[in-house]
């Protein structure tokens, strides 16, 4: 079975442009948590969703959103971007709150 | 307000040996705690977790301790492998709230040495 899929795996972008990152859930997983780490932190909690629907929100700015699709993968985008929003992209899916869950290997954000 | 922290950043412990990992956390609301194995270039690993009506889950050489009244957990591994050498994140939620949203602390690295 294929776990969490993450693309791009890497990213490079300028200061004030626009990101979107894409995620697969392992099939059969309705819920997607998205999540950012910094180098030499944990991973910190930007989004959940389950049955395409939002169920919780982290601490970010509005230029964080995502959304969910039918087929349960997700999109996380990013607008205005920062050099503060450097950091590696995690997506973990369950297939039920609120257990453990699966994560991508991330997206490697890089913002210059 | 950091509400999930691993005071140790890094551990060394010989193979063989027990490695133990501490974690401490401030919010009283959290009741249901996860442990994460992550390796260089890969997204974290689920390792085990503990709900807080209990105070020891086991799993092969695995075990968490949870003791609510000083609000710590331990994560336990005996006997520790040169393969455990990773960087381990404490994690913490609430069951009814948002299960979903995990808060994670900033991890102890650990290596063991053959």
């Known amino acids: 079975d294929a776990g969490v899929t993450q693309s791009p795996t890497h990213l490079i972008k300028t200061r004030g442009q626009h990101v979107t990152l894409r995620c697969s859930p392992i099939?059969?997983?309705?819920?997607v948590s998205w999540y950012q780490q910094v180098l030499g932190q944990g991973p910190q909690f930007i989004f959940q969703?389950?049955?395409?629907?939002?169920?919780g929100r982290g601490n970010f700015p509005d230029r964080f959103s995502a959304r969910q699709f039918p087929n349960y993968s997700s999109e996380l985008n990013v607008n205005a971007l920062l050099l503060g929003d450097s950091a590696l992209y995690l997506c973990?899916?369950?297939?039920?709150?609120?257990?453990?869950?699966?994560f991508g290997s991330g997206t490697r954000l890089t913002v210059v | 307000d950091q509400q999930v922290k691993q005071n140790s950043p890094s551990l060394s412990v010989q193979e063989g040996r027990i490695s133990i990992l501490n974690c401490d956390y401030t919010?009283?609301?959290?009741?249901?705690f996860l442990w994460y194995k992550k390796y260089p270039a890969e997204g974290p690993t689920f390792l085990i977790s503990?709900?807080?009506?209990?105070d020891k889950n086991e799993d092969g050489r695995f075990t968490v301790f949870l003791n609510k009244s000083a609000k710590h957990l331990s994560l336990h591994i005996v006997p520790s492998q040169p393969g455990d050498s990773a960087v381990y994140f404490c994690?913490?939620?609430?069951?009814?709230?948002?299960?979903?949203?995990?808060?994670f602390g900033d991890g102890t690295t650990l290596t063991v040495k053959p």
């Open positions: 994690a913490a939620s609430n069951f009814n709230t948002n299960a979903g949203k995990s808060t």
């Open positions: 973990a899916s369950s297939s039920d709150i609120p257990y453990g869950y699966t």
């Open positions: 099939s059969g997983h309705k819920s």
């Open positions: 503990i709900s807080s009506i209990k």
């Open positions: 919010n009283s609301m959290f009741d249901y």
């Open positions: 969703y389950y049955e395409k629907e939002e169920r």
